[in-house]
């Protein structure tokens, strides 16, 4: 079973500060990785997938990967109030397999 | 461009009973997994459908059943319901590329499963 760890929160952080979501993940030969964001209620949506090691930017959302060490993260700058979700990793498997970790909640304070 | 639209998005169901979820992914995408959702184990897949083929299927009881039609639409099937099975349901669509895996997957609104 592969595995994908979040740390579970709650992060908070005040408005307009950097907010940093990070994920290991077991299996060595993973090669496609995702944030997905959840508010309370509602399904995933998308926010980016990363399949090389570095930086990915897509505006205020920087996805980080870092195979040796296993490791991705999510840097959410300018944190708004409308970003306070659970954010979700996913770890790609064969197919269109995703494993997902339990999820870290954001609360981002006017 | 459509989502990807899942149906009945409520359901009450008593235990024993069965369940049909369906769900429609975005248009040209032919990939299709579920995902059972519970706050206690997070998102755990249940199968992936490619060409009306189960391509990957996740640690579930058999009770727990698929198909997909010729035009990508795909039914998951819950038979001999349990109190445990309640949770949301989700289906995910996703583009398919030759030799490529793990495309990107879009979420439908899910289906909320209650079994009293």
């Known amino acids: 079973q592969k595995e994908v760890e979040q740390n579970s929160g709650p992060l908070s952080v005040p408005e307009g500060a950097i907010a940093s979501l990070n994920c290991t993940y077991s299996?060595?030969?993973?090669?496609?990785f995702f944030w997905y964001r959840q508010y309370s209620g509602k399904s995933p949506e998308l926010i980016m997938s990363?399949?090389?090691?570095g930086d990915k930017e897509d505006g205020r959302f920087t996805a980080q990967l870092n195979k040796a060490s296993q490791y991705v993260s999510l840097l959410i700058r300018d944190s708004q109030p409308s970003d306070s979700a659970t954010y979700l990793c996913a770890v790609g498997g064969t197919g269109n397999q995703f494993y997902f970790g339990t999820g870290t909640s954001l609360t981002v304070i006017p | 461009k459509a989502g990807v639209t899942q149906t009945p998005r409520y359901l009450i169901k008593t235990r024993g009973q069965q369940v049909t979820l369906s769900c429609s992914p975005i248009s040209g995408h032919r990939s299709v997994s579920w995902y059972q959702q519970t706050p206690g184990q997070g998102l755990q897949f249940l199968f992936e459908?490619?060409?009306?083929?189960?391509?990957n299927k996740g640690n579930f009881p058999g009770r727990f059943s698929g198909r997909q039609f010729s035009n990508s639409r795909s039914e998951m099937n819950v038979s001999t319901l349990e109190l445990g099975d309640s949770a949301l349901y989700l289906c995910?669509?996703?583009?398919?590329?030759?030799?490529?895996?793990?495309?990107?997957?879009?979420f439908g609104q899910g289906t909320r499963l209650t079994v009293v």
């Open positions: 299996d060595r030969v993973s090669q496609s």
């Open positions: 995910a669509s996703s583009l398919v590329f030759p030799g490529i895996s793990n495309t990107e997957a879009f």
């Open positions: 459908y490619f060409s009306e083929t189960q391509r």
């Open positions: 990363i399949y090389s090691n």
